[in-house]
């Protein structure tokens, strides 16, 4: 189990926490597994943000667009869910992109804690691996993002 910015998640034994900022990207946790298919390494990413407002579909819908604008150009949404994570209400966006002519795909689990009377803050787990490899990868992805943990805020 890994503890960061006060939330837990456990990771598979094979996985390891590396730098959470390469190349720039401001994540508060990265880890990656084994390096598998033409040697891409799945990963896992932790981010969040305290000025979270309005619904959480309104807050990922805006995080997916910029992504879409800014960061992966060729990123499609292919699959949506809801689920429960850490006993708050989850959206899980399912998608597609290129890097480096490699097709990739990432899973995301975002949820906001809104104690009651408190600020809201959101958090994205973010799972990806090559295209090739996610069906080994689905149910890994799921037992981490629902081993996250948020401790109560008081309101």
Not at 35 to 60: A, F
Not at 93 to 100: A, I, K, P
Request: hydrophobic residues 40%; contains cysteine; charged residues 20%.
């Amino acid at each position: 189990q890994i503890l960061v910015m006060s939330v837990t998640i456990e990771l598979p034994d094979v996985w390891r926490p590396v730098d959470a900022s390469p190349n720039g990207f401001p994540n508060d946790f990265l880890a990656v597994g084994p390096p598998g298919y033409r040697d891409y390494s799945p990963t896992v990413v932790l981010n969040h943000n305290d000025e979270v407002t309005g619904s959480l579909e309104e807050w990922i819908g805006e995080t997916i667009d910029m992504m879409q604008k800014q960061i992966f150009k060729t990123l499609h949404v292919i699959d949506s869910a809801t689920t429960t994570i850490a006993e708050h209400p989850a959206l899980v966006y399912v998608s597609t992109f290129t890097v480096e002519a490699l097709n990739v795909t990432q899973e995301q689990f975002a949820l906001i804690d809104r104690p009651e009377g408190g600020p809201a803050t959101g958090y994205v787990l973010t799972f990806t691996c090559a295209s090739a490899e996610y069906p080994e990868y689905v149910d890994t992805f799921a037992t981490m993002a629902h081993s996250f943990e948020i401790p109560r805020r008081p309101a």
